[in-house]
């Protein structure tokens, strides 16, 4: 899969709710190196381009989504992690769609 695919599948989780991008942390499947890169270079971009948002789950417990800094050594570390019953939900970054996301996520489902 290619990041432009990659971004396009994780908009669409992030843009049901934080705990949709629960969905592409708990992928039951181990990452290659090279399928870590492309996650974590979509995962940036999509940041970048103000289309989700790094927060935390004590932001998402209190109902705040505070937005956090992303770390790209923190965030390759966790995706190389991120398998079932490894992830830790309390200190692992979660993703949200902005209203541009959401918006850019329904304009390519059509």
């Known amino acids: 899969m290619n990041v432009l695919e990659k971004k396009r599948e994780i908009l669409e989780l992030c843009s049901e709710d934080a705990y949709g991008s629960w969905e592409f942390w708990s992928d039951a499947k181990n990452k290659t190196e090279a399928e870590a890169g492309v996650i974590v270079q979509a995962i940036q971009e999509l940041v970048s381009e103000k289309l989700i948002v790094p ?13 956090i800094l992303l770390d790209a050594d923190r965030l390759t570390h966790e995706v190389m992690l991120s398998i079932p019953f490894t992830v830790d939900p309390d200190t692992f970054y979660w993703f949200y769609a902005t209203e541009k996301g959401k ?7 059509k």
């Not at 927060?55 to 937005?67: F, I, M, N």
């Not at 918006?103 to 489902?109: A, G, P, T, V, Y």
């Open 103 to 109: 918006e850019q996520d329904i304009k390519k489902q």
């Open 55 to 67: 927060t935390e789950g004590t932001y998402v417990k209190g109902h705040s989504y505070q937005e």
